[in-house]
């Protein structure tokens, strides 16, 4: 018999979910803000399993912030809570960059191979896409007082004397009087003629609350509740089955892994969606079907594109990598000259995930030069790696740790040969947010090295840790490192 699914649907950081469904396949909108390519698309056929399938764009910008340049960077920036929809035999995709100064409506007839057609309007916040059935075009979006802005009907333009107006004040009010973090993260719904208005908001000394707020007319009046105060799950829409059941996709705050997205059943009363099972997220959904995660995966570098589990931290220099150099392999090469991880280019990275994780990479050294640096690392503002440094014509295993502030060396090792395996393992149990790492010789007999990195999301970034292959140059540019394989394993037996 299939086993029953379960929540968390995704145990990895797949933040401010938008979902939507054409006929029996859902598709689901993410941010990954600083990552690139952006705004990942994602596809499910029983709202469990997801895959990537696109990405909205490669890259937003050139500014020196984008590209790591002049001190500056974007992390914890980029592109945000982006707002996913289907209308005519087009799909929409709207979201705001801080970078940019700008909100940008992609559209496409084909959501999973492009292209997009891109346009430009003015910054709002966490906004809300409607295709009304009037023909009219809705953006709403905001902090505490809520607005709604009006598009032109293809929704690549503000309406010239459309709506432009707050159309819910105080948002936040109906969970109480002392709010931390006002209500945001609209995502507005037509449903059986009815308009509803889903909002987060954080009270003081509680939790991250979900917010419904419905009325007849765009423009009001709108009346709200509280739909869910649970363990912090929170933020998102609606999406119904074929079959006419109806679920919220959110997400929760969990520790070093992200947020992560929660399935949760809705039924209707008295016109009001009613999430959960008695005010609770269920673990167990009712939902037969296997279930496995598709969003990581192991690379062996075998073909000329990279698999779309793989994002750059910050705009990739295409120069300074490839596939095709030396055919199953990826070379990273060193383009300038970094003080640290966090300020090299072209760091590849793919998502963690629990409740624990480990993966495995192999290197060929032989390219690089004196002051540089390669491996694996777990990537965060807080990181720790483990990986090869160059010193002279002496070459170190070393792990480092940055939870100081500093990155600090905590062990050395010195090696000989020029093929070498590093691995990093990740312990997300209760939010114990440990990692671990090793290095091999042979790949066969896997040593304990350096520390465990206590894992911390940090606001800064904004991210959950990433598996991240590395290499940077600190004395001169010009070496390269080749990675074999990335593989994801069994947690470590010696943790």
């Not at 990405?55 to 002049?70: F, H, P, S």
């Not at 140059?473 to 990675?483: E, K, P, S």
Request: proline share 5%; charged share 20%.
């Amino acid at each position: 018999m299939m086993a029953g699914a379960i929540n968390p649907i995704i145990w990895a950081d797949v933040p401010d979910p938008s979902v939507i469904r054409v006929g029996d396949t859902y598709y689901m909108s993410s941010t990954t803000m600083h990552m690139n390519p952006g705004v990942p698309i994602m596809k499910s056929k029983d709202l469990v399993n997801w895959e990537i399938v696109n990405y909205v764009y490669d890259v937003l910008g050139e500014k020196d912030a984008q590209v790591l340049a002049n001190g500056k960077n974007e992390y914890g920036i980029g592109s945000w809570a982006s707002s996913l929809r289907y209308h005519n035999g087009s799909y929409y995709v709207v979201f705001s960059s801080q970078t940019e100064e700008s909100t940008f409506v992609f559209k496409t007839s084909d959501i999973e191979n492009g292209p997009w057609e891109k346009h430009t309007l003015p910054f709002v916040h966490d906004m809300s896409l409607l295709f009304d059935d009037d023909g009219s075009v809705y953006l709403v979006h905001g902090s505490g007082d809520i607005k709604v802005l009006e598009l032109t009907a293809d929704a690549t333009a503000i309406k010239p004397g459309g709506l432009n107006r707050v159309i819910i004040p105080d948002s936040s009010a109906v969970a109480g009087p002392d709010i931390a973090l006002p209500a945001e993260g609209a995502h507005l719904h037509k449903i059986n003629g009815m308009y509803y208005v889903f909002l987060i908001t954080w009270p003081r000394g509680g939790m991250r609350t979900q917010l419904c707020y419905r009325a007849q007319s765009i423009t009001g009046p709108w009346e709200g509740r509280v739909v869910l105060q649970d363990a912090g799950i929170a933020q998102g829409g609606l999406v119904d089955t074929p079959d006419g059941k109806w679920y919220a996709l959110l997400f929760g705050d969990r520790g070093a892994v992200g947020r992560i997205p929660y399935l949760v059943p809705v039924r209707w009363e008295s016109g009001w969606p009613v999430f959960g099972v008695d005010g609770r997220v269920p673990v167990e959904l009712g939902v037969s079907c296997s279930q496995e995660i598709k969003i990581v995966a192991s690379d062996e570098f075998d073909d000329d594109r990279l698999s779309l589990v793989w994002q750059w931290n910050h705009n990739p220099d295409n120069d300074h990598w490839s596939l095709t150099e030396r055919p199953g392999y990826l070379r990273l090469r060193t383009p300038r000259i970094s003080k640290e991880i966090t300020d090299a280019q072209n760091i590849l990275t793919q998502r963690t995930f629990g409740p624990t994780c480990s993966a495995q990479v192999a290197v060929d050294i032989d390219g690089l030069q004196s002051g540089d640096y390669a491996g694996l690392a777990l990537f965060q503002k807080i990181y720790g790696f483990v990986g090869v440094k160059i010193c002279g014509k002496g070459q170190y295993v070393v792990m480092a740790d940055a939870s100081s502030g500093t990155c600090v060396e905590v062990e050395r090792i010195p090696v000989a040969q020029t093929r070498l395996y590093f691995k990093a393992a990740c312990d997300f149990r209760e939010q114990r947010d440990l990692a671990y790492f090793f290095y091999s010789l042979d790949g066969e007999e896997w040593l304990p090295i350096g520390r465990p990195l206590k894992m911390l999301y940090t606001l800064p970034h904004f991210m959950g840790y990433r598996f991240a292959l590395f290499c940077f140059a600190t004395r001169a540019a010009g070496g390269y490192v080749d990675f074999d394989h990335f593989r994801i394993m069994d947690f470590p037996s010696q943790v």
